[in-house]
């Protein structure tokens, strides 16, 4: 933070404000902040039978729901993260609960033979969280470590860069965070929050992304198709304008934009917080 700030680097103080804060939309996250995490219910069934910590494939959801059994995007402060890992009461995992209105819309449409789930959750190891701290960490002195090579300058000599230094320290930053975190021209604050049940933006969010007005009506026509619920109209959709989506303006891989045009939609549902 502090070498952002001496270098007037937005890009960096951006970066480092998010780490240390936290990140306010998933749209924003980097690559190492989207781990895969697959789903546990615990189920009662008929004469008292249970069966707790029953994992959940994605293929008994629904497409626009299977990110709840697929993926889990950790947002949240650095710090924070980095207690729970190191906590030494830590169970070696960490759960991420399922909505409320999630458990009961698929309370009966997990298991068969009368099994109801009474609560759902994902999970990922500890040690998978301390990669990610470790990541950060390697970014952070990798990114310093080549601005001083770069430029042989000691900490006291940064606010006296020329501008020729500042491009190339640009690249260096680019070339570390590059296509891993959604930064684009916007500050700490320049998030868009999609408003469940607020067509108006999600729309915002859409454009922000790259997607047209075509698209929107596109989007629009798909919504009604599936009866204003997320549903194979809705799913194609997502797959169609894949390609077209942009992140921090950088055009990212088809699975990752299916990932994230995912998640805006599920914050439009309100299936997942925003």
């Avoid at 959940?56 to 629904?62: E, F, G, L, Q």
């Avoid at 470590?145 to 940064?158: H, P, V």
């Avoid at 390609?243 to 921090?248: D, R, S």
């Avoid at 055009?251 to 998640?263: D, F, P, R």
């Amino acid at each position: 933070m502090r070498l952002g700030h001496e270098l007037k680097n937005d890009r960096l103080k951006v970066w480092a404000t998010r780490e240390l804060n936290g990140y306010d939309s998933p749209l924003d996250l980097p690559e190492y902040r989207n781990m895969e995490a697959y789903a546990h219910g615990n189920f009662l069934g008929p004469y008292n039978v249970q069966y707790p910590g029953h994992i959940i494939p994605p293929a008994v959801m629904r497409p626009a729901n299977r990110v709840f059994a697929e993926r889990v995007y950790l947002t949240g402060a650095i710090g924070a993260y980095a207690d729970l890992a190191y906590d030494p009461e830590s169970s070696g995992v960490l759960r991420f609960p399922w909505p409320p209105d999630m458990v009961a819309f698929y309370a009966d449409k997990l298991m068969q033979n009368g099994f109801i789930c009474h609560s759902a959750w994902q999970q990922i190891p500890t040690s998978a969280v301390i990669g990610m701290l470790d990541t950060i960490r390697n970014l952070t002195l990798k990114m310093a470590l080549e601005i001083k090579d770069e430029l042989g300058a000691s900490y006291a000599d940064l606010h006296n860069v020329r501008p020729e230094e500042k491009e190339r320290i640009q690249s260096i930053v680019i070339n570390n965070l590059g296509g891993n975190v959604a930064l684009g021209d916007v500050d700490a604050s320049g998030s868009t929050t999609i408003i469940a049940g607020d067509r108006k933006s999600l729309d915002v969010a859409l454009a922000k992304a790259g997607l047209n007005q075509t698209d929107l009506a596109e989007l629009t026509e798909a919504i009604e198709t599936d009866g204003n619920k997320a549903g194979s109209k809705v799913t194609k959709w997502i797959s169609d304008k894949a390609g077209k989506l942009l992140i921090g303006s950088v055009k990212v891989g088809a699975s990752i934009a299916q990932q994230v045009l995912t998640e805006m939609l599920l914050n439009h549902y309100g299936l997942k917080k925003p």
